[in-house]
């Protein structure tokens, strides 16, 4: 129901754009995140977004480069990735949550749909 899309390699302080569409259901009233995961390492937030009225979170180590944002109309979500550097590589995942006090969007236990990953590799 939700896939992830728009990963590829990249130099580092380059840029990529990932999408995440639904199907199968209307996912404007969920809280959306962007998830990655780096070999040998744990799934970790990088950037959510609530339902309504659209408040963003980041991980500190994407703020002033990643943006989230979500087109309901197209029941659609992106991750505007910029300047990469090498430490962003992993498989990112993006994934839905019910409505949730904006202190759980951090959590990737709590959200209950999660699309297929994509690569992103980012080189020195």
């Known amino acids: 129901q939700l896939q992830a899309s728009g990963g590829g390699l990249v130099q580092a302080g380059g840029s990529l754009r990932l999408s995440c569409a639904a199907s199968?259901?209307?996912?404007?009233?969920?809280?959306m995140g962007w998830f990655r995961q780096a070999p040998g390492k744990e799934r970790v937030i990088v950037a959510a977004?609530?339902?309504?009225?659209?408040?963003?979170y980041y991980a500190d180590s994407v703020k002033g480069r990643f943006s989230i944002s979500r087109d309901n109309a197209k029941n659609t979500m992106y991750l505007q990735m910029n300047n990469l550097e090498p430490e962003d590589t992993a498989v990112y995942y993006c994934?839905?949550?019910?409505?949730?006090?904006?202190?759980?969007?951090?959590?990737?236990?709590?959200?209950?749909?999660w699309g297929e990953g994509t690569l992103v590799t980012v080189s020195s």
């Open positions: 994934a839905a949550q019910d409505r949730s006090p904006l202190s759980r969007l951090g959590r990737p236990d709590l959200y209950k749909y």
């Open positions: 199968g259901r209307t996912f404007s009233g969920y809280n």
């Open positions: 977004i609530t339902w309504s009225p659209g408040i963003t």
